[in-house]
């Protein structure tokens, strides 16, 4: 099923963990419209702006498979309001910085960035269409959450990678 323009509802809800321990996780009528709020907000724009495919890493889960990786029933995941993503050959802090100053969100993290090694980690986004968007902006290194975006390195003009 496709929820926009270059996403399908599919790159959302694939899940090695479900798969193996049998655990459905088939978003409903709500949790979609929440994907394809997030698609046309956030990944769009993000799309448009690098003008390549950015890659799903974690999408929609259902309760029972936020518990069984170790994540909380409560988590944004589970409304179908957050992505985790990267985009192939960009720096994770190049497109944490880019949706900070570009698109509305609830919340961005900066999930496992090491400065020695700027394209690890992730960037998780959310988007919730209902109330006003928290702009929270927070590093995560592995051990602890930090508030706001570390600052880029760059070099002979370009973000460090």
């Given at each position: 099923?496709?929820i926009?323009?270059?996403?399908?509802l599919?790159?959302?809800?694939?899940?090695?963990?479900?798969?193996?321990?049998g655990?459905s996780?088939?978003?409903?009528?709500?949790?979609?419209?929440?994907?394809?709020n997030?698609?046309?907000?956030?990944?769009e724009p993000?799309?448009?702006?690098?003008?390549?495919?950015?890659?799903?890493?974690s999408?929609?889960?259902?309760?029972?498979?936020?518990?069984?990786?170790?994540?909380?029933?409560t988590?944004?995941?589970?409304?179908?309001?957050?992505?985790?993503?990267e985009?192939?050959?960009?720096?994770?802090?190049?497109?944490?910085?880019?949706?900070?100053?570009?698109?509305?969100?609830?919340?961005?993290?900066?999930?496992?960035?090491?400065?020695?090694n700027?394209?690890?980690?992730?960037?998780?986004?959310?988007?919730?269409?209902?109330?006003?968007?928290?702009?929270?902006?927070?590093?995560?290194?592995?051990?602890?959450?930090?508030?706001?975006?570390?600052?880029?390195?760059w070099?002979d003009?370009?973000?460090?990678?």
């Amino acid at each position: 099923m496709q929820i926009s323009k270059h996403f399908k509802l599919e790159e959302f809800t694939k899940s090695m963990t479900a798969t193996r321990k049998g655990i459905s996780n088939e978003p409903g009528s709500g949790e979609i419209k929440n994907l394809e709020n997030l698609c046309y907000e956030i990944l769009e724009p993000l799309r448009a702006k690098f003008d390549k495919p950015i890659t799903i890493t974690s999408g929609y889960r259902s309760e029972k498979l936020s518990e069984a990786i170790g994540s909380k029933s409560t988590s944004q995941h589970c409304k179908g309001m957050a992505a985790d993503l990267e985009i192939a050959g960009i720096p994770n802090i190049q497109i944490a910085y880019w949706l900070q100053n570009n698109v509305d969100f609830d919340q961005l993290i900066l999930e496992f960035y090491d400065p020695d090694n700027p394209s690890g980690g992730w960037v998780h986004v959310s988007y919730n269409e209902q109330g006003s968007n928290r702009k929270q902006v927070l590093t995560y290194d592995g051990k602890k959450y930090s508030n706001d975006l570390p600052d880029m390195e760059w070099k002979d003009g370009k973000v460090k990678s």
